[in-house]
């Protein structure tokens, strides 16, 4: 860019600025969208077997949205199938190998062949251990990184160009806390989660700049979750939101097309402050608070 384009920039800047922060007012106070109708619209959820993957998916099909439901668990996800199925919705199950980019293709063909495209992908499969990064065996920290970030490349490479043809799509990405904040005894799992962050915002831009901005993209960032993945924290008096709480507020988050959405909410204007802290300040309120997790990582009883 040349100095005079800018410098123009520059003298641009604080109009927009103004013109955003107005823009946004307006639609929050006075434009409120309604949430969109997925009825009969293929939404794709990974790790749909257990804990938040199924309350999203049986979200999903409460709402009419005929789901597709990976998971490398069989009969975990065949049970949430017919839940979904008795309630009167419509489930389509298949066992998928997230580490495994030739099953990926393989079973994303069988759904495209089967069910159709892809409206809305939950990238939702995640791993936890929860140990010392030195003590960790290096086929657990890969796998925690092809779970919980290298299968988004593949599984949106193949749901994506049919949302593209369609100028329609939403792929959600269920991040993490520590993807904000790292995390003690969480060094894979925090960097395998901002990776996952990055991904879906660098995804949002380069959608936008190709001219696909109607590709939306929902990032999600739950604090600790009873969904068995954290054993327990370190702060006793810490209650561990249910998987029910993320799948609805992330459910809610793709029907408003949020980009963000943390949970609790109020964290995001916490995240806020806490940017202004010095960095040893945080540190300090962290450890002093005794947020974090207990260990949890035997790697001889790990599979």
């Not at 792929?171 to 806390?177: D, L, N």
Request: glycine share 8%; hydrophobic share 40%.
């Amino acid at each position: 860019m040349a100095s005079k384009d800018k410098l123009m920039l520059l003298l641009k800047l604080p109009f927009y600025m103004i013109y955003f922060y107005l823009e946004a007012f307006v639609r929050s106070v006075f434009l409120r969208p309604s949430p969109k109708d997925v009825k009969g619209d293929v939404v794709l959820v990974t790790g749909a077997g257990h804990g938040i993957g199924r309350e999203i998916a049986l979200e999903f099909g409460r709402l009419g949205a005929r789901v597709v439901l990976w998971d490398i668990n069989k009969s975990g996800n065949d049970s949430v199938a017919a839940e979904i199925k008795a309630a009167g919705g419509e489930a389509h199950p298949y066992v998928c190998d997230l580490c495994k980019t030739d099953d990926i293709k393989t079973v994303a063909a069988s759904v495209k062949s089967n069910v159709g495209n892809v409206d809305i992908l939950v990238n939702n499969a995640g791993i936890l251990y929860g140990g010392e990064m030195l003590k960790m065996r290096e086929e657990h920290i890969r796998r925690t990184f092809e779970v919980n970030t290298l299968s988004h490349f593949w599984t949106t490479r193949e749901f994506l160009p049919a949302m593209i043809k369609k100028k329609k799509g939403h792929i959600v990405t269920t991040s993490s806390m520590s993807a904000k904040s790292g995390t003690a005894l969480l060094v894979d799992y925090s960097s395998s989660k901002y990776a996952a962050y990055g991904f879906a915002e660098a995804m949002e831009e380069e959608m936008d700049r190709l001219g696909h901005s109607y590709i939306k993209f929902t990032t999600v960032c739950p604090m600790f979750v009873s969904s068995g993945l954290v054993k327990a924290t370190t702060d006793v008096d810490e209650k561990m939101l249910t998987p029910k709480e993320v799948a609805l507020a992330t459910v809610n988050g793709t029907l408003m097309n949020r980009a963000v959405v943390t949970i609790p909410d109020h964290l995001a204007f916490s995240l806020r402050v806490a940017a202004w802290f010095p960095r040893k300040l945080n540190l300090w309120v962290k450890k002093v608070g005794n947020l974090g997790i207990q260990p949890q990582y035997t790697p001889s009883k790990q599979d």
